[in-house]
């Protein structure tokens, strides 16, 4: 079945240093990634997502590819900020309808401190 | 204007006891979902609906029953309450179920359910 394999946290950084969380993916035909990002006490927020091999997400200067070759879609930031502090999900959305295969499956979570 | 609410935000009870958690969508999607966070911060989906239909039921004791009254909403219910209950519940609503193609799932704040 399809799964999610996200490195382990948790991670501390100082402010403005460079963030690589890995994440690969095990899946049966051209599944979508999404990486979801929870702040302490809220909910998930969709962070970026790419539907296709080679497609970029981005957002608030968090970027991931998706490299079918490598089944990998690993969530990078040049310079992370006090305010990034949160915890990253990695996640497939399988490309069948409804089922086990269609469900939106989730890495363990990455939690992120970034240090003044 | 909330997307996605989830009533409760907090629940403490006892075990035995029998409980409801409300989610409610106004974004006009089709399709809904319960997710249950442990906490170890793992995700996983327990049920899914489309158009008030149940299409994923994930090995889940019989004493989660989620209804879904309209398109718009989907509550769970939980009978004799355990100590294990104990999570973090996400509600999350997406336009279609879940199968690539760009379908982004929005989440509630979640209900956390602390059963003593």
């Known amino acids: 079945g399809n799964s999610v394999t996200q490195m382990e946290g948790p991670v501390t950084l100082s402010e403005e240093a460079f963030l690589t969380i890995n994440c690969t993916y095990t899946?049966?035909?051209?599944?979508?990634l999404f990486w979801y990002v929870q702040y302490p006490g809220e909910g998930l927020q969709l962070l970026l997502k790419?539907?296709?091999?080679?497609d970029k997400g981005s957002n608030k200067g968090f970027e991931a590819t998706y490299r079918k070759e490598t089944t990998s879609f690993h969530l990078e930031k040049g310079s992370v900020q006090v305010s990034d502090s949160a915890v990253y999900f990695c996640?497939?959305?399988?490309?069948?309808?409804?089922?086990?295969?269609?469900?939106?499956?989730f890495g363990k979570g990455t939690k992120l401190s970034v240090k003044p | 204007d909330t997307a996605v609410s989830q009533t409760p935000k907090y629940l403490v009870t006892q075990m035995g006891n029998d409980k409801s958690i409300k989610c409610e969508q106004n974004l006009g999607h089709d399709t809904m979902y319960w997710y249950k966070q442990d906490s170890k911060k793992f995700l996983k989906i327990m049920f899914s609906?489309?158009?008030?239909?149940?299409?994923i039921n994930e090995t889940v004791p019989n004493r989660f029953s989620p209804k879904s009254p309209d398109k718009a909403h989907l509550n769970l219910h939980i009978n004799s309450l355990e100590l294990g209950d104990s999570a973090v519940y996400f509600c999350a609503s997406s336009h279609r179920p879940w199968g690539g193609m760009n379908t982004e799932a929005f989440f509630g704040q979640g209900t956390r359910l602390t059963v003593v």
């Open positions: 609906y489309n158009n008030k239909e149940l299409i």
């Open positions: 996640a497939l959305s399988g490309d069948n309808y409804g089922g086990s295969q269609g469900n939106l499956i």
């Open positions: 899946a049966t035909g051209y599944p979508s």
């Open positions: 790419a539907t296709k091999a080679d």
